[in-house]
């Protein structure tokens, strides 16, 4: 059984950088065929996915947000991280971790574990 958590920050000011890691246990992140996405969902609004890196260390990022987006992971830890930068009072939302099969295809159904999510709000 595959669990992932997401941490980071609940508050963070306007400019600045938000920093979430995504722990995954029971599962490895270089497991052949799967990928790992951060995903948001701000309020009143649907899923926005925002960026993956696959079991072979492949980052593909949502080109609305690929500007101020990096998405890492440090296979030791069996974590994967997201940077988002110059944040902005319209990037809160829940932010979710979760791992996808196969291809990618922006397909919601291809996620089979999703994190709980956390709540990041931008504000000064």
């Known amino acids: 059984q595959v669990q992932m958590q997401e941490s980071g920050p609940a508050l963070v000011k306007p400019s600045q950088t938000l920093s979430l890691t995504c722990t995954v246990s029971?599962?490895?992140?270089?497991?052949?065929?799967?990928?790992w996405s951060w995903i948001r969902q701000a309020p009143g609004k649907g899923l926005e996915w925002i960026a993956y890196i696959n079991y072979i260390g492949r980052t593909v990022y949502n080109a609305s947000l690929e500007s101020r987006t990096a998405i890492s992971r440090d296979t030791s830890k069996n974590q994967f991280t997201l940077q988002l930068r110059t944040v902005t009072p319209e990037d809160t939302a829940m932010y979710y971790c979760?791992?996808?099969?196969?291809?990618?295809?922006?397909?919601?159904?291809?996620?089979?574990?999703w994190g709980q999510g956390t709540q990041v709000t931008v504000s000064s």
């Open positions: 029971g599962g490895s992140i270089t497991s052949r065929n799967y990928y």
């Open positions: 979760a791992r996808g099969m196969g291809s990618f295809g922006n397909n919601w159904a291809d996620y089979d574990y």
